[in-house]
């Protein structure tokens, strides 16, 4: 069992910068990839970014050079850095991981809302 719980997100306005974290707590030690994913309403949920154990990422295509997504092993917390933010990235994020323990398991947090709008 994990439990994520992610913070950060917010109303902003374009162009702003945002920081979301994801803090995985329980029985993590299988858990070999971390990400997230948003949706938009009407939308369907997509990948945003994901980090493997070995420091490989990857990216959606409309978010590739403004977001980073990154780790700290030390406090088992992803962190998602959000630059130049625009309307369309409105969504609730949710942040992922994907444990192997004989089986595939994807745990999902909360969600958190985050809004760019004037």
């Known amino acids: 069992q994990v439990q994520l719980v992610e913070s950060g997100g917010g109303l902003v306005q374009p162009g702003v910068s945002l920081r979301l974290s994801c803090a995985a707590s329980g029985s993590i030690v299988s858990i070999y990839r971390m990400g997230w994913y948003r949706q938009a309403p009407g939308k369907q949920r997509e990948l945003v970014a994901a980090i493997t154990n070995g420091g490989s990422t990857n990216y959606a295509h409309s978010v590739k050079g403004r977001f980073t997504i990154s780790r700290d092993n030390a406090k088992n917390t992803v962190y998602l850095q959000m630059n130049s933010l625009k309307p369309e990235d409105t969504a609730i994020y949710y942040c992922?991981?994907?444990?192997?323990?004989?089986?595939?398991?994807?745990?999902w947090g909360q969600g958190t809302q985050v809004t760019v709008a004037s």
């Open positions: 992922n991981a994907k444990e192997a323990a004989g089986t595939i398991i994807d745990y």
